[in-house]
């Protein structure tokens, strides 16, 4: 059995090391760009709560505003989540190669 899985531990290798990279790559973008999508959103949905406490545009306008403040919120977590998916992934692939 150790035969037939050698092959495969050794072509893990190269792949575990391509995820490593892009998982500190996308966690570093992540972590600087929160802070700018999080006050975008904040704004978003600042400028949706004015039009619609003073009347200033149309609800259409309120209720782009208000979806585009929750996608700038949501986006990080969103793309965290992927980057965690990531790092299964390669733990998964280490376990595979350690056993």
Not at 5 to 32: D, N, W
Not at 51 to 57: D, N, V
């Amino acid at each position: 059995m150790f035969l037939v899985k050698l092959p495969f531990r050794v072509a893990a290798l190269p792949v575990i090391l391509a995820l490593t990279v892009v998982q500190f790559i996308t966690s570093l973008l992540v972590g600087l760009s929160s802070i700018v999508t999080n006050l975008l959103g904040a704004l978003g949905i600042a400028t949706a709560a004015c039009i619609w406490m003073f009347h200033l545009s149309t609800d259409s306008e309120a209720y782009r505003m208000l979806a585009l403040g929750i996608f700038f919120f949501v986006l990080p977590h969103t793309v965290g989540w992927i980057v965690s998916k990531t790092v299964d992934t390669c733990a998964r692939l280490i376990a595979f190669i350690v056993s």
